[in-house]
């Protein structure tokens, strides 16, 4: 098949291949863009493969960084953009169900294509505007089916990350997953036990993230996969109330809202254990466990002042938004007001701090300081207190 028109993105790359071919080597676009380009999706990133061996791809551009030379990437700078540009290769030996033992480059475009992971990722793309289709990936993008590449069962004992994958790419792309290869994935499920959590979370949260949500999590409850992911054994119900309670269409806004979402359904006692447990960041745990506790405070009443003071109105605004999601009235007009009409938005804006009360009111340092400068804090975010040095020592005055 040949393409008539290609996005702006590979026509301003076509001249990289066009100079590996001259020096007598083969090259083409492959991987997720050229999918995306036969999808008629945005494209966001272009990648290149390569008969040139990382040396030689160096030999044939004037700037070239090293960013994985062992796997054979190179980056190229090549009129203001960057091109990660990988040799034809081939994975070895898997040892532990994950990463190859070792990569051999190989002169073979087929060899590199039979080692990626399904038939819509395994295209290439020459020069020439020709699709190179070896695994009827075509067949498959117009039934929208993910097909592995190769003998499934292999290529999920191989890598098993490649069922966290396939589940996610049924929920960005709106894919059904080939029977055959569905149940390699529920047969290699116990094997994402191996896998890093860090690479799993990266997955789950991108399956989140995606519009279609909703199907990749029936292809997690259909592989059993959340059986062997981080604290979520036994949890099938759980995704399918989570499918049932948030409306179908909805988009999450942030990775610490679908997980919060998450925390929500699934009844998570402990956001930040849980989350501990997929070893994200201590400020995503933090921002996930406040999303969660102003969940719940909303259930039963109305958004304070003090709570878009000290979570801000971007973490407020996701959470009102989760709740419409979630069926339940959202209340951002009083969210703006409240934010509005706050007279500090953070600590440091208070006229007065312990040095002055010190200094001019002769007060003494210690735990009865922090707490009247506490209390003073809280009377100005509730709209009691001006934040204005007299009226800030009155009230001073007034508490003792
Ligand atoms: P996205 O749109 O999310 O970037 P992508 O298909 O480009 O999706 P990448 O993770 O960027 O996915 O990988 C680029 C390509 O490398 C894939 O299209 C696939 O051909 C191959 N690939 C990546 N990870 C694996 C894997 N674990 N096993 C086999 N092939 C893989
Ligand atoms: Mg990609």
Redesign the pocket.
């Known amino acids: 098949m040949k393409l008539k028109e290609l996005p702006i993105e590979f026509e301003e790359a076509l001249p990289l291949l066009e100079k590996i071919k001259d020096a007598g080597f083969e090259a083409y676009f ?4 050229v ?2 380009v036969l999808l008629g999706r945005p494209i ?2 272009v ?1 290149i493969a390569t008969s040139s061996y990382p040396e030689e791809t160096k030999a044939i551009f004037e700037r070239t960084v090293d960013v994985g030379i062992e796997h054979g990437t190179v980056l190229v700078l090549e009129n203001g953009h960057e091109y990660e540009m990988t040799t034809f290769r081939t ?1 070895d030996v898997y040892v532990d169900y994950r990463r190859p033992s070792s990569v051999s480059f190989v002169r073979s475009l087929k060899e590199d ?1 039979k ?4 038939t819509v ?2 295209f290439a793309l020459n020069e020439d505007r020709e699709v190179i289709d070896l695994f009827d990936g075509l067949k498959d993008l117009e039934n929208r089916l993910l097909r592995a ?1 190769g003998k499934a069962q292999e ?1 999920f004992n ?2 098993a ?2 069922i966290m ?1 396939g589940i ?2 049924s929920a ?1 792309l709106d894919f059904d997953i080939e029977k055959e290869t569905l149940l390699s994935m529920s047969a290699c499920a116990p094997l994402l036990e191996k896998i890093s959590v860090e690479r799993s979370f990266i997955e789950f949260d ?1 399956l989140l993230m995606a519009p279609h949500w909703s199907k990749g999590l029936s292809a997690l409850i259909a592989t059993g996969a959340y059986d062997y992911l981080p604290e979520l054994q036994g949890t099938a119900s759980k995704w399918q109330e989570f499918q049932e309670v948030i409306e179908k269409d909805y988009h999450f806004l942030s990775s610490e809202q679908a997980w919060a979402a998450m925390m929500i359904v699934l009844e998570i006692k402990q956001p930040q254990a849980f989350l501990k447990k997929w070893k994200t960041s201590v400020q995503f745990q933090k921002k996930v466990s406040q999303m969660v506790d102003v969940f719940k405070a909303r259930q039963s009443s109305e958004l304070t002042s003090w709570q878009v003071y000290q979570y801000g109105k971007t973490l407020i605004h996701e959470v009102e938004d989760l709740r419409s999601a979630f069926g339940m009235m959202a209340n951002v007009e009083r969210l703006v007001t409240l934010d509005r009409e706050l007279l500090i938005h953070d600590k440091h804006e208070i006229v007065v701090n312990g040095g002055i009360l010190i200094s001019e009111l002769g007060m003494k340092p210690g735990p009865d300081l922090g707490r009247i400068l506490n209390q003073v804090e809280e009377a100005i975010v509730n709209g009691h207190l001006a934040n204005d040095k007299l009226a800030i020592f009155d009230f001073i005055k007034n508490m003792t």
Do not use: Q
Request: aromatic share 8%.
């Open positions: 492959v991987g997720g863009s999918r995306d966001h990133d990648d994975e294509l080692r990626r992971d399904f990722n395994a590449v290529r191989e890598d990350l490649r994958r996610r790419f960005s991108k």
